[in-house]
């Protein structure tokens, strides 16, 4: 196995008595993986098949690699403990039984609502804690939003079409989101601080965040709430800033 630059691959492997070579690329991280390598890699198939398909070349070849060559090729699979955060979904869109198209919120969280951000983490958080497969339907649901945006009644609406979809693909989703909850949490340090287990579940801290953010100004909570998250990040860190001043 002879390895360039960007992960550019050239592998020789024999066929019936002859020498054969193919040239093809390998993810270096997150971000350069397709959405059928990402399902892939979350799916946990055969090492042959994975291969195959982190490879883009038919299982027949890796078939026939030697276990010198599948052990090389093994290594290039440390970028998933190297590189744990990326900025944008793989997953870009979601196909809905008798909804339509569902769509991914924007590359750094660009856009997405606030009370959706809400909504999000605390799901994900719970699942983390306890993996139930109600919640993590429900991540998945106020993740994923019609061309029109985030609706909290359509959100609803739409768990139990997404129950029907295939596990992996949730569960890759899941994990998606929390590699780009990674590269947020690492971009707002003073508002994602280490966590500390005297430190309130996330669920009612956000909503704290929410209320103070809001204050007294009742009548406006619904535009708070479609506040851009990056937008109420950067409003936290300053204010964080200016306490300790």
Same mark, same amino acid.
């Given at each position: 196995v002879n390895q360039n630059i960007m992960n550019n691959i050239k592998i020789t492997y024999r066929r019936w008595l002859r020498e054969k070579s193919i040239e093809t690329t390998f993810p270096s991280c997150?971000?350069?993986?397709?959405p059928r390598q990402f399902l892939a890699l979350t799916s946990r198939p055969d090492d042959h098949e994975l291969l195959a398909i982190m490879l883009n070349i038919p299982k027949r070849i890796v078939k026939r690699f030697s276990l010198l060559q599948i052990h090389e090729l093994a290594n290039l699979f440390d970028f998933i403990k190297r590189d744990q955060k990326v900025s944008s979904f793989s997953l870009s869109t979601l196909r809905i039984p008798k909804s339509? #198209?569902?769509?991914s919120p924007n590359p750094k969280l660009q856009e997405m609502p606030f009370m959706q951000f809400v909504y999000v983490d605390t799901f994900y958080m719970s699942y983390a804690t306890n993996p139930r497969f109600e919640?993590?339907?429900? !991540?998945v649901s106020y993740l994923y939003s019609p061309k029109t945006g985030f609706n909290k009644q359509t959100a609803d609406?739409? #768990?139990?079409? #997404?129950?029907k979809l295939d596990r992996n693909t949730l569960e890759a989703i899941s994990l998606n989101y929390g590699l780009v909850r990674k590269w947020i949490t690492e971009r707002?340090? !003073?508002?994602?601080?280490?966590?500390?287990?005297?430190?309130?579940?996330?669920d009612s801290s956000w909503l704290d965040v929410f209320d103070n953010i809001v204050g007294d100004d009742l009548k406006d909570r619904d535009k708070y709430a479609e506040v851009p998250v990056n937008t109420v990040f950067r409003f936290i860190t300053k204010k964080i800033k200016e306490g300790r001043k």
């Open positions: 997150w971000s350069e993986m397709t339509g #198209i569902l769509h919640t993590l339907c429900k !991540l609406n739409n #768990i139990d079409k #997404i129950k707002y340090p !003073l508002v994602f601080p280490k966590q500390s287990s005297k430190r309130k579940s996330h």
